[in-house]
């Protein structure tokens, strides 16, 4: 069982629709990133949370640390959107990122 | 400046060639990391490095070879790698180590390696 669980693995909605995408881990955590990849290979930072809610324009980011359950959602989706959508964990001991296996996003127009 | 700089951006080279990747940023962090990632997989970090020194190799074969000459330069010198070793290759920075409390992680855009 990996510690970082996204789901669904894959996902394709239509432009405008609200999406979420979930991310369970097993371990204790210091933070939690979620991640975005496009298909080029860079990988921006969109989140870094260790409690509660955060919201960047459409994007809004949510932490349950007693269940240890990350949710991003995305509002309006727009083609733009897709990309992969990773999770990632800072335990609380270890300096290390454990990585999701990401999330596929498909938004079409 | 919030960027994370590689280059190149995309790499061929034969089994016999020695190459470099390079890594910059120029947000004062002060530690930086190199991940190896195949396709449809996520990262798997290879080395960190904390205020210039090596901290972290996660067993990393000797073809590849890390440097950090200087707080804001990171380099990954390629000699005799095998066609298994194609693979995007990401470059992190932090401020601080991630063991520290709320560091966050940037990533650079990755140098797409094709060993022939």
């Known amino acids: 069982k990996n510690e970082v669980e996204q789901s669904p693995q894959n996902l394709t909605a239509q432009e405008g629709e609200f999406i979420t995408i979930n991310c369970s881990y097993s371990?204790?955590?210091?933070?939690l990133h979620w991640l975005q990849q496009h298909p080029g290979g860079g990988i921006v930072s969109l989140f870094m949370?260790?409690?509660g809610k955060k919201k960047h324009g459409r994007l809004i980011a949510t932490i349950n640390i007693q269940e240890k359950h990350s949710s991003l959602h995305i509002t309006a989706s727009h083609p733009r959107d897709s990309a992969v959508y990773i999770c990632?964990?800072?335990?609380?001991?270890?300096?290390?990122?454990?990585f999701g296996e990401g999330t596929q996003l498909t938004v079409n127009p | 400046d919030t960027e994370v700089t590689q280059t190149p951006k995309h790499l061929v080279m034969g089994m016999t060639n020695k190459k470099s990747l390079k890594c910059e940023q120029h947000?004062?962090?002060?530690?930086m990391y190199w991940y190896k990632q195949k396709a449809k997989k996520p990262p798997e970090l290879m080395f960190v490095?904390?205020?210039?020194?090596?901290?972290i190799n996660e067993s990393v074969p000797s073809r590849f070879s890390p440097e950090c000459p200087n707080s804001s330069l990171l380099n990954l010198h390629l000699h005799a790698l095998q066609p298994e070793d194609s693979a995007l290759y990401l470059c992190?920075?932090?401020?601080?180590?991630?063991?520290?409390?709320?560091?966050?992680?940037?990533f650079g855009q990755g140098t797409r390696l094709t060993v022939v």
């Open positions: 947000m004062g962090h002060r530690a």
């Open positions: 490095y904390s205020y210039e020194k090596l901290s």
């Open positions: 371990v204790g955590i210091s933070a």
């Open positions: 990632a964990v800072k335990e609380t001991s270890g300096s290390r990122l454990t």
């Open positions: 992190a920075s932090s401020q601080r180590s991630l063991g520290v409390m709320n560091t966050e992680a940037f």
């Open positions: 949370l260790s409690s």
